[in-house]
């Protein structure tokens, strides 16, 4: 029997062994390699009076397989766009004086530690402000425009137990002890943490020694607002005593410039934070909720007066979580951004509690899975820049102004001008469980033809109060060129669907989440052009979570590839780096309180009845689900006789699996490798031969 031309070239994309001449054009389908092609767009700041942005452009570089950002510069009337801060080191956070003639921003551009320059518009020229011996981060210029206030790390003294004996010049002795003492002591992406904290500072806009404002064993936090007169403050900490037992119980407070007294401004159970005083000085919004201990709880916009007192709760109507703020320049109004059903839109939301849409569509700069998110800000005239991208390309820059929608950059048009990609269209759900409705996606393979049967790969997210969106994704695209169709779902507990669709999973993760994700598996497969004998199931993290449970209770997959995952939760709450957080939120007691609870809820429980040949993927730094975890399960998957292989990425942890492209790319490459192990082929598929 003759093969298609289509599927011939969605197998291709595997390197099956076969005898052909060398490749007279470049291939139209998504590789592995076109990761180090793409370009996105963060972090845009619209100059005050609308007329350029300066947003941070992301790229690769294929000789470090790492990324690199710049600052570019974007002429609103002209269109045109020219580099501000780019070449050697890296370059972030640009944030304008108030007049719009400076641009402070963040660069290694000497080689060594991030350190705060200043650009001149009118001139081109750039200073650095200070030698500053920590990142400087929540830039903030001062209403005249005189100073820059910031937060930065201040190192601390190391714990001391006894001492070594006198060591003689030039020997060779090990390492010192290692001597931990504090709760939190490491983090995911940072490995052992310095002893010290984070402080507020402020330093002058020409140039100086910068000024520490904040002291003490405790840690501030950006953004950091100014009033207009210039003499306080506006930041968020966590200053109570057992602060480092309470993560989610920060204040905000009050900053004198002239003498760093600090006054608390709010003092309820939960956090605050993001603080925000309007641009007459009468009020601070910030963001926060009311703790009630439970696994998903919205984030609020509250204003108060600028003594702190009169709060209220702005978005008492919308049952949704606001990620971010700023004040329209009238200040009667504010700009948000928040999620709803998979969608990340920007709404001004006024003093009265009245919501009025202003744009929808936002994009993260996550790559490898379509994770929701995006950034914004705005000018004074109410022109809103922000990140946006669709499901076939990443983030660029765009505006909105007036009802008008205008994309600046178009970053990966070179990239993609010859490349045919798999297509997302969302799937109808509703689950078999309560027939609650279930938002999903399928991806069809390029060269799509419905009249044929696809294998399936369904992937989860992580989080597990997260949420994915119609977006653009590496993973996605490499599975569809090699032939799949790729299914992806916000199962109960995913974010953007309100507080009550979010703690459907309280303290009941894994639970019915997992009768969503089978419901969206027999919608797809109710489509016609799902192999029912030809299913597989991946995620990350939570997402790696529900996949060791799918196979410990079903068998209907072929293989699975499970990311990253929590396995044991006992071992992991006793592990990770959030450990304060992780039991308090997800469980109801500790687990020798209930250990039953942990069992019940662990993967682990379930290994006895895995058949499922299942892969194990692990970033060797990973300090979230520590790497221990994703070793229990290997080894108990070998122990059982399943077939197992576990694949570590050295360097990576939780958080950067991905961050370098070649690993990225190669982790999709052994998952797919993985998964044709177990594919089943049709007679027109015999004289193929794998490569594994």
């Known amino acids: 029997m003759r093969t298609p031309l289509p599927a011939l070239l969605c197998l291709l994309v595997l390197s099956w062994r076969i005898e052909a001449a060398p490749p007279e054009a470049p291939t139209r389908l998504f590789s592995g390699s076109d990761l180090?092609?793409?370009?996105?767009?963060?972090?845009?700041?619209?100059?005050?009076?609308?007329?350029?942005?300066?947003?941070?452009?992301?790229?690769?570089?294929?000789?470090?397989?790492?990324?690199?950002?710049?600052?570019?510069?974007?002429?609103?009337?002209?269109?045109?766009?020219?580099?501000?801060?780019?070449?050697?080191?890296?370059?972030?956070?640009?944030?304008?004086?108030?007049?719009?003639?400076?641009?402070?921003?963040?660069?290694?551009?000497?080689?060594?530690?991030p350190q705060l320059y200043v650009y001149w518009l009118d001139s081109g020229a750039t200073a650095r402000l200070a030698e500053l011996t920590h990142p400087p981060t929540s830039l903030a210029w001062s209403p005249d425009g005189s100073a820059i206030a910031f937060t930065m790390f201040a190192p601390d003294q190391r714990t001391r137990l006894g001492a070594p004996p006198p060591k003689p010049e030039n020997a060779q002795w090990a390492p010192p002890l290692e001597i931990v003492t504090d709760i939190t002591y490491?983090?995911?992406?940072?490995?052992?943490?310095?002893?010290?904290?984070?402080?507020?500072?402020?330093?002058?806009?020409?140039?100086?020694?910068?000024?520490?404002?904040?002291?003490?064993?405790?840690?501030?936090?950006?953004?950091?607002?100014?009033?207009?007169?210039?003499?306080?403050?506006?930041?968020?900490?966590?200053?109570?005593?057992?602060?480092?037992?309470?993560?989610?119980?920060?204040?905000?407070?009050?900053?004198?410039?002239?003498?760093?007294?600090?006054?608390?401004?709010t003092q309820r159970i939960g956090p605050d934070h993001h603080p925000a005083v309007s641009p007459d000085?009468?009020?601070?919004?910030?963001?926060?909720?009311?703790?009630?201990?439970?696994?998903?709880?919205?984030?609020?916009?509250?204003?108060?007066?600028?003594?702190?007192?009169?709060?209220?709760?702005?978005?008492?109507?919308?049952?949704?979580?606001?990620d971010a703020l700023q004040w329209a320049a009238d200040g009667r109004s504010l700009y948000i951004q928040y999620d709803d059903r998979a969608v990340t839109r920007v709404a001004r939301v006024f003093l009265d509690g009245r919501i009025e849409q202003v744009v929808a569509g936002l994009s993260g700069a996550s790559l490898d899975r379509p994770y929701t998110g995006g950034q914004f800000s705005v000018a004074r005239n109410g022109a809103v820049a922000f990140t946006s991208g669709t499901p076939h390309r990443p983030s660029d820059l765009s505006v909105a102004h007036r009802g008008r929608v205008r994309q600046l950059t178009q970053l990966n048009e070179s990239l993609f001008a010859d490349k045919i990609l798999g297509d997302v269209r969302p799937l109808v759900v509703k689950s078999s469980f309560d027939a609650q409705p279930i938002d999903a996606w399928i991806v069809t393979p390029p060269f799509f033809d419905p009249e044929r049967k696809y294998p399936l790969?369904?992937?989860?997210?992580?989080?597990?109060?997260?949420?994915?969106?119609?977006?653009?994704?590496?993973?996605?695209?490499?599975?569809?060129?090699?032939?799949?169709?790729?299914?992806?779902?916000?199962?109960?507990?995913?974010?953007?669907?309100?507080?009550?669709?979010?703690?459907?999973?309280?303290?009941?993760?894994?639970?019915?989440?997992?009768?969503?994700?089978?419901?969206?598996?027999?919608?797809?497969?109710?489509?016609?052009?799902?192999?029912a004998e030809n299913l597989f199931v991946t995620g990350g993290s939570g997402g790696g979570v529900l996949t060791a449970w799918i196979v410990g209770k079903t068998d209907r997959f072929r293989a699975a590839a499970t990311q990253k995952p929590v396995i044991n939760w006992t071992s992991t709450v006793l592990t990770t780096d959030v450990y304060t957080f992780m039991p308090k939120y997800w469980f109801a007691k500790l687990p020798w309180e209930d250990p039953e609870a942990y069992w019940r809820r662990s993967p682990l429980s379930l290994v006895g009845s895995v058949t499922t040949p299942t892969l194990v993927v692990v970033g060797d730094?990973?300090?979230?689900?520590?790497?221990?975890?994703?070793?229990?399960?290997?080894?108990?998957?070998?122990?059982?006789?399943?077939?197992?292989?576990?694949?570590?990425?050295?360097?990576?942890?939780?958080?950067?699996?991905?961050?370098?492209?070649?690993?990225?790319?190669?982790?999709?490459?052994?998952?797919?490798?993985?998964?044709e192990r177990y594919r089943t082929r049709g007679p027109d598929e015999d004289h193929l031969t794998a490569v594994d």
């Open 36 to 113: 180090f092609g793409l370009q996105v767009a963060t972090d845009p700041q619209i100059r005050p009076d609308g007329e350029a942005v300066a947003y941070v452009r992301v790229s690769f570089d294929i000789m470090t397989d790492r990324a690199k950002s710049a600052i570019w510069l974007v002429d609103m009337r002209s269109g045109s766009q020219r580099p501000l801060a780019s070449g050697a080191g890296a370059h972030s956070s640009p944030r304008w004086s108030p007049d719009g003639k400076r641009l402070a921003y963040v660069s290694t551009v000497d080689g060594g530690r």
């Open 457 to 531: 790969i369904l992937e989860i997210h992580g989080g597990p109060f997260a949420a994915y969106g119609p977006l653009f994704s590496t993973d996605y695209q490499l599975y569809a060129a090699a032939g799949y169709v790729v299914l992806y779902a916000n199962p109960r507990g995913s974010s953007s669907y309100g507080e009550a669709f979010g703690n459907l999973i309280h303290h009941n993760y894994p639970g019915e989440d997992y009768d969503d994700l089978m419901s969206a598996v027999d919608a797809a497969i109710a489509t016609g052009y799902v192999d």
């Open 621 to 675: 730094q990973d300090l979230r689900t520590p790497v221990a975890d994703s070793e229990q399960y290997y080894q108990a998957l070998q122990l059982r006789g399943v077939d197992t292989a576990l694949v570590k990425v050295p360097g990576a942890s939780h958080g950067g699996l991905t961050a370098r492209p070649s690993q990225s790319a190669a982790k999709a490459s052994a998952i797919l490798a993985w998964f």
């Open 281 to 322: 000085g009468r009020w601070i919004a910030w963001l926060g909720f009311d703790d009630r201990l439970l696994g998903y709880q919205n984030t609020a916009l509250y204003v108060m007066d600028i003594d702190g007192g009169e709060a209220r709760r702005l978005t008492a109507e919308l049952d949704r979580s606001v």
């Open 186 to 265: 490491r983090a995911d992406g940072r490995g052992m943490l310095e002893p010290g904290y984070t402080h507020v500072y402020v330093v002058p806009a020409e140039g100086g020694a910068p000024r520490q404002l904040t002291f003490g064993a405790f840690n501030e936090s950006g953004p950091v607002s100014w009033t207009p007169d210039g003499r306080f403050l506006i930041v968020a900490g966590n200053r109570n005593d057992d602060w480092r037992r309470e993560p989610l119980d920060s204040e905000l407070y009050r900053v004198s410039v002239a003498d760093g007294a600090l006054e608390a401004l």
